[in-house]
């Protein structure tokens, strides 16, 4: 089971950012994906998931109505649509797969992250 | 922001037995499971613990959890210096509908 992370960088306050997840090893459409993202020297803070399905998501209030997450079952990718950053979103990038097909259980699977800065 | 409330660090000796709490309240803890979190510096987390009391495959048995009412605890017998990590706490939030994690708790090992 292998989660790959890729698309953080550089932007700008108020600026866009598309994070991706490739996943491989499981049966992708059985099992909730999340994003969790940690900030230098602090501690982990949960972003968004989405069901297996993906007719479900739910997101942390912080990036509510600015982030959104999305699945693609074709590519067994799991995407981050990340709009009008602030500097507080700076922070290493998690992609994590839960254990079911809900939003509920945990991460048993993360990636190794990407790291996005706002700064100008 | 964190809700759930750890201690910032537990310290032991080889071979000791160090205990973490992690404190909640009705609408997370109270109501639903609490996982472990294994972080090594510049590393990406790892489970540790699920359900409250349950190892992943391959994680030793030295590792251990527990949950009464709204907190949780997470024990390591057997201290080695390999324990060297940050531990976090996890559950799901009613209130919030999502996830909340502790603060984090850095183990030395003396």
């Known amino acids: 089971v292998k989660l790959v992370e890729s698309g953080g960088g550089l932007v700008q306050p108020g600026g866009s950012l598309r994070l991706s997840c490739v996943a491989s090893?499981?049966?992708?459409?059985?099992?909730?994906l999340d994003w969790v993202r940690q900030a230098p020297g602090k501690g982990l803070e949960w972003v968004a998931g989405i069901t297996g399905s993906g007719t479900t998501t739910e997101y942390a209030s912080s990036v509510k109505g600015r982030f959104t997450i999305s699945r693609d079952s074709r590519k067994r990718m799991v995407i981050l649509q990340m709009n009008g950053l602030r500097a507080e979103d700076s922070a290493t990038y998690y992609c994590?797969?839960?254990?079911?097909?809900?939003?509920?259980?945990?991460?048993?699977?993360w990636g190794q992250g990407t790291t996005v800065t706002v700064s100008s | 922001q964190s809700v759930l409330t750890q201690p910032p660090s537990a310290s032991g000796t080889p071979g000791q037995r160090v205990t973490i709490s992690c404190s909640g309240s009705s609408s997370n803890i109270g109501t639903n499971s609490v996982n472990w979190y294994q972080q090594f510096p510049g590393s990406a987390p790892k489970l540790l613990i699920y359900?409250?009391?349950q190892r992943p495959s391959g994680v030793p048995d030295r590792f251990s959890g527990s949950k009464s009412g709204t907190s949780a605890s997470l024990a390591i017998s057997g201290l080695q210096s390999d324990d060297e990590a940050d531990y976090y706490c996890a559950s799901w939030d009613d209130s919030l509908n999502g996830y909340v994690f502790g603060t984090g708790t850095t183990v030395s090992v003396l």
């Open positions: 359900s409250n009391v």
């Open positions: 994590t797969k839960e254990a079911f097909s809900t939003i509920y259980y945990g991460f048993d699977v």
């Open positions: 090893g499981f049966t992708f459409s059985n099992f909730a």
